[in-house]
């Protein structure tokens, strides 16, 4: 069996995040990843054997996600240094275009995933704020957040990681000003999700009971993405379980997906992650979204 030198893992978060937060996740060497016990038990786990790549491309997202790096990168190869640029928290907003990806290292990470619409109860602003941003978390909790960073980087295992980050979001939940609107945003970015983007925008309004106009208006304030690109992103975001499967049938892809024909679904591809959906099922890639994909990815609708 080949020696692990990374491991990158899933947690349900407690009880009271888990309304808002879709996981945990934990990036780290394996001299760190205990398995923990009960709810800290992974959900999701992908090993790194030294010649496993573990670095990414970048993909577009509707959700915002909280990302502390912490003291130590692991370079292509499984090797392990000191990582200048850490501790430290950021905010990575939804991101509706995407850009070249460093491919040779990543850094010792842990951090959550936000359900759509939840920005101001962990970042402390509108999602609109945030949309193809990646901002420091100083400039939106202040000293506190340097504060988490470098006691995560001291917690000696991943399960004492976990539960100094749940104390920190729990927090900071505590103290949020939320905006309530007229409109469940995570039961429509639920419904949106459950669907795989296969909705239209008037089918939402009229779920809803407002003009589109008006849903439209409050979900891009929320979530920081249109209700449309929320969809367009749900679908292309299902597309990504074909990552790394080889030879697939994309003209019947497209139709399965829900893609108006091949050209459209390959535009959008290179619109959301930079790549042709060919060299997405002929590479050898991980991220957590295509493991996402995967697990979700049971029979497409028709």
Not at 7 to 13: A, H, K, M, N, S
């Amino acid at each position: 069996m080949s020696r692990v030198v990374v491991r990158y893992r899933e947690f349900l978060p407690s009880e009271a995040l888990r309304p808002y937060i879709r996981a945990l996740f934990s990036f780290t060497t394996p001299a760190n990843d205990e398995p923990g016990c009960g709810a800290y038990r992974p959900i999701r786990e992908v090993a790194f054997s030294p010649n496993d790549p573990f670095c990414s491309p970048l993909f577009a997202d509707g959700h915002i996600s909280l990302v502390f790096s912490l003291a130590k990168a692991c370079r292509a190869g499984g090797m392990w240094f000191s990582y200048p640029a850490g501790p430290r928290g950021d905010v990575i907003g939804p991101m509706t275009r995407v850009g070249a990806a460093s491919m040779e290292e990543r850094p010792e990470m842990l951090g959550a995933y936000l359900r759509a619409g939840c920005a101001q109860r962990f970042a402390g602003c509108p999602a609109a704020e945030l949309t193809d941003e990646v901002v420091g978390l100083e400039q939106l909790w202040g000293p506190a957040a340097f504060d988490v960073a470098m006691s995560l980087n001291e917690c000696n295992n991943e399960v004492a990681r976990i539960r100094h980050l749940e104390s920190a979001l729990l927090r900071r939940m505590a103290t949020a000003r939320i905006f309530t609107g007229t409109l469940d945003i995570l039961a429509i970015s639920s419904f949106v999700q459950q669907r795989r983007g296969r909705v239209t925008i008037r089918h939402l309004a009229e779920k809803c009971g407002v003009s589109r106009q008006h849903l439209t208006r409050i979900f891009h304030e929320s979530v920081g993405v249109t209700p449309k690109l929320y969809c367009r992103l749900a679908r292309f975001q299902t597309g990504l379980a074909f990552a790394g499967t080889g030879n697939v049938n994309w003209a019947q892809a497209a139709i399965d997906l829900g893609y108006a024909d091949q050209s459209h679904m390959i535009a959008e591809f290179r619109q959301f992650s930079s790549l042709t959906p060919e060299k997405l099922a002929n590479g050898r890639w991980f991220h957590p979204f295509i493991e996402r994909a995967r697990s979700r990815l049971r029979h497409l609708p028709g």
